[in-house]
């Protein structure tokens, strides 16, 4: 298994978000409100710049840039806890069950107590050095 990591020498991300078992809930308009809002939020409070996002079916690309007094894997943990719980609800209010059933069975075995895992760990940071590598991705 690959090993992503923050660099200290960069704040200049590519990065990748992947829902659990790649279920395609991104579908509808208000689910990609949650993220779009939350990452408003993250702009405007919490040091990220987003240079561009893509939200596909089931997982989401974001070319960030973040200020020294941040750290992106901060961040990207804040995001990522507030959107699970907002999707959570969304699909409760949806009446999702089948979304709802994967998510709560994806919390099995896990340390952490949680109603559901939206969300797979990690979220695939790649430092972005040079504009042939931005550019590609």
């Known amino acids: ?6 660099h200290d020498d960069t ?12 279920q ?7 689910y990609f409100r949650i993220i779009i809002d939350s990452l408003n939020y993250c702009t405007e409070n919490k040091g990220l710049y987003v ?24 961040i990207m943990r804040d995001f990522k806890h507030y959107t699970s719980s907002e999707i959570a609800k969304q699909l409760e209010k949806d009446n999702a069950k089948l979304f709802l059933y994967v998510f709560q069975k994806a919390t099995e075995n896990r340390k952490k107590k949680q109603n ?5 760990d990690e979220f695939h940071p790649k430092a972005i050095y040079s504009p042939n590598f931005f550019y590609k991705n």
């Open 51 to 74: 240079i561009g996002y893509v939200i596909m079916l089931n997982h989401l690309h974001l070319i960030t840039y973040n200020t020294d007094e941040t750290r992106l894997s901060n």
């Open 1 to 6: 298994m690959k090993h992503y990591r923050i």
């Open 24 to 30: 395609c809930i991104f579908k509808e308009e208000k």
């Open 11 to 22: 704040n200049v991300y590519f990065s990748t978000c992947t829902i659990v078992q790649w």
């Open 116 to 120: 559901y895992k939206i969300w797979q």
